[in-house]
């Protein structure tokens, strides 16, 4: 038996999500779309959503199940499919600097009063 974590989509999210057209392929989830919401044992996705199906934690379209290696399963109307998190890109605060676009550290040196 596996454990599987559950996320689960926040509703302001899922309503998008279920209305949105069907993709296949590995689906992009974002972080801050999800809750944490407990773990389940079985022995896959499947048993996972049978076990929960006549429970109040029952799986909704859009929740996410994560089995012990972090391997993602979204769960849509066709069943399950892969998902990976998209993971917001970190910025350092030199993206708009002159260090950034390859310049020198000491620009305000460089100049017409540089040879002075």
């Not at 708009?96 to 002075?116: C, I, K, N, T, W």
């Amino acid at each position: 038996m596996a454990i599987y974590r559950i996320h689960r989509m926040k509703e302001s999210t899922r309503q998008n999500f279920r209305w949105g057209a069907h993709t296949a392929g590995v689906a992009a989830v974002k972080p801050k779309d999800y809750e944490e919401a407990g773990h389940v044992d079985a022995p896959h996705a499947y048993g996972a959503w049978a076990a929960l199906r006549e429970t109040e934690q029952a799986l909704l379209v859009g929740d996410l199940l994560e089995d012990e290696s972090g391997a993602l399963r979204i769960f849509k109307y066709v069943g399950f499919e892969d998902a990976r998190w998209i993971l917001p890109e970190v910025k350092t605060g030199l993206e708009g600097s002159p260090l950034a676009a390859g310049g020198s550290p000491d620009r305000r040196f460089e100049g017409p009063a540089a040879g002075r």
